[in-house]
């Protein structure tokens, strides 16, 4: 069975760093894009970075570039996504999903929390 | 950049009922659309992709049609558990966007 497990998130005051991770079982990660998507409270869906099978090319939403960073270890089947200069508007629901363009796998998320 | 518009923001549908979604790209996509559905407090569910293409374990009553800048995510009889919000999301090049949500509830 296919699993994303993140963790990571929790309260961070403006201007704070936290790092999430994605663990990923039941396939080879090392064979798929993984992406981070976000969902801030009573709000949509927004797409946040993505990484291809060997960490070689990244995409990032405009708004995060240069404070976040999307990283893998594919001995270890995880994903990661340093997160540095956190402000309100990054307050959200993270999710690691699966496959670069369209995300067939969601994991349940981790909530981050941006507040002084 | 591509944006995505998703109407109506809510749509009432007795069950039984059919329930039509649309998705309005602001330029040409071609079929390079995904729709997903999700509950509160769960992730999103991938439901069409290719813009008529169902994920696996979806079912035929959930269908997708369109393609350039129109779209349409069809459920000819909604059932209980289909209720929910359901996202339109573009891709093929970067940023990836998503569209605002249509809500699905019980009339």
């Known amino acids: 069975e296919v699993q994303l497990v993140e963790s990571g998130g929790g309260l961070v005051q403006p201007g704070g760093s936290l790092r999430l991770s994605c663990t990923a079982s039941?396939?080879?990660?090392?064979?798929?894009?993984m992406t981070w998507v976000r969902q801030a409270p009573g709000k949509g869906l927004e797409w946040v970075a993505n990484?291809?099978?060997?960490?070689?090319?990244?995409h990032y939403v405009d708004s995060v570039k240069g404070r976040f960073t999307i990283s893998r270890d594919n001995a270890k089947n995880s994903v990661f996504l340093q997160m540095n200069n956190l402000g309100v508007e990054d307050t959200a629901v993270y999710y690691c999903?699966?496959?670069?363009?369209?995300?067939?796998?969601w994991g349940q998320g981790t909530l981050v929390t941006v507040s002084s | 950049e591509k944006v995505m518009t998703q109407s109506p923001a809510t749509l009432s549908v007795s069950p039984g009922e059919r329930a039509t979604l649309s998705c309005r790209a602001s330029?040409?996509?071609?079929?390079?659309l995904a729709w997903y559905q999700q509950k509160p407090g769960q992730a999103p569910r991938l439901l069409i992709y290719?813009?008529?293409t169902r994920a696996p374990g979806v079912p035929a009553r959930f269908s997708g049609s369109g393609s350039g800048t129109e779209f349409t995510l069809t459920i000819s009889s909604l059932q209980s558990e289909d209720f929910g919000v359901y996202y339109c999301?573009?891709?093929?090049?970067?940023?990836?966007?998503f569209g605002g949500g249509t809500k699905v509830e019980i009339k």
């Open positions: 039941g396939f080879t990660s090392s064979g798929h894009w």
């Open positions: 330029q040409s996509i071609s079929n390079n």
């Open positions: 290719g813009a008529s």
């Open positions: 999903c699966r496959n670069g363009y369209t995300f067939d796998y």
């Open positions: 999301q573009r891709y093929g090049s970067w940023p990836l966007t």
């Open positions: 990484i291809n099978q060997i960490g070689g090319e990244t």
